[in-house]
């Protein structure tokens, strides 16, 4: 006989409230990661809100659930936040889903949440996948300090700001890309962390496909020279030594120079510099009138 405990309506400690808002983590790629409590608060909630509805209906419909779904996501998050912020106020419990891993990671859900939370609106998480987590455990890198940076700035100007930044970072670094620009951005890595830093790619992670590659970044950009990428990628990179941290000696008009050269206004590299170099932006654009 079974010593498990009976959890009646009102005692179970996972009974879906109302005027909640549940953060609902989803498979990465394979659907047995898909928790007994997600698949309970997605059974139970009034609305789920889902990052494409196309496809988590067929995610919901594979567990026999039928739900009442909205869309959420970039380019409807402003208005749609607040039509869930109603829903949620007169009473109705919804679950926010994105099309794989957990919800506000990386993911407009952050907005949302933010708006909950300005108004007095339970928020509560129901744990599960999350790629760039499950990358870091693989990576064979150092997981006690990490940085998630997500994806880098597709602005020139803004990548090369970022790059330069991180590159002395001395946590790990987990960064996430597209396949279509994976090796435009290893040749960004090489030119800013050097050629020797260790890194570890992950793809099709949870997928019968998994692959896990690692290498340096010298090794990441050979190899796919060689082979086209495939699925989305989560980079694990190791963070900088202290050698590495040490300000590198290229002078004002040098910084200056690489900005402008790569199509950037004389005005915005000058604030770009001097934000990088803790500069009084009077001190770099006298530098800046001499190129």
């Known amino acids: 006989m079974s010593s498990a405990k009976k959890f009646t309506p009102e005692t179970e400690k996972n ?13 990465i790629g394979n659907l047995a990661d898909l928790s007994e409590r997600a698949l309970k608060v997605l059974s139970e909630v009034d609305v789920v809100a889902a990052e494409d509805t196309r496809n988590s209906a067929k995610l919901l ?34 679950a926010l ?51 998630f940076e997500g994806f880098l700035p597709m602005n020139k100007a803004d990548r090369k700001e970022r790059l330069s930044e991180i590159s002395k970072e001395k946590r790990t670094l987990i960064l996430y890309e597209a396949p279509h620009k994976l090796k435009n951005t290893l040749k960004d890595l090489c030119e800013y962390f050097g050629s020797e830093r260790k890194i570890t790619l992950c ?33 694990i990179i190791e963070g900088a030594s202290t050698e590495e941290t040490v300000s590198d000696d290229r002078s004002v008009k040098d910084r200056l120079r690489d900005y402008i050269s790569s199509g950037v206004e004389k005005k915005e590299a000058v604030k770009l510099v001097a934000k990088e170099m803790g500069l009084p932006k009077n001190t770099v654009y006298m530098e800046a009138t001499e190129l």
Request: glycine share 8%; with cysteine; hydrophobic share 40%.
């Open 97 to 147: 889903i994105t099309d794989a891993g957990t919800p506000a990671i990386s993911d407009p859900g952050e907005d949302l949440v933010r708006l909950c939370a300005s108004e007095g609106i339970k928020v509560t998480s129901v744990p599960g996948c999350c790629a760039a987590v499950n990358a870091l455990a693989l990576s064979a890198l150092a997981t006690g300090r990490f940085v």
């Open 203 to 235: 793809r099709e992670m949870t997928k019968l496909n998994e692959e896990v590659f690692r290498t340096d970044i010298a090794g990441a950009v050979a190899r796919y020279e060689e082979s086209e990428p495939r699925g989305e990628y989560v980079l």
């Open 15 to 27: 009974k879906t409230e109302k005027g909640v808002l549940y953060l609902v983590a989803t498979p």
């Open 61 to 94: 419909s594979l567990f026999g659930i039928s739900k009442n779904m909205i869309s959420y996501f970039e380019h409807n998050k402003r208005e749609r936040g607040e039509e869930i912020v109603k829903m949620l106020r007169d009473g109705s419990s919804v």
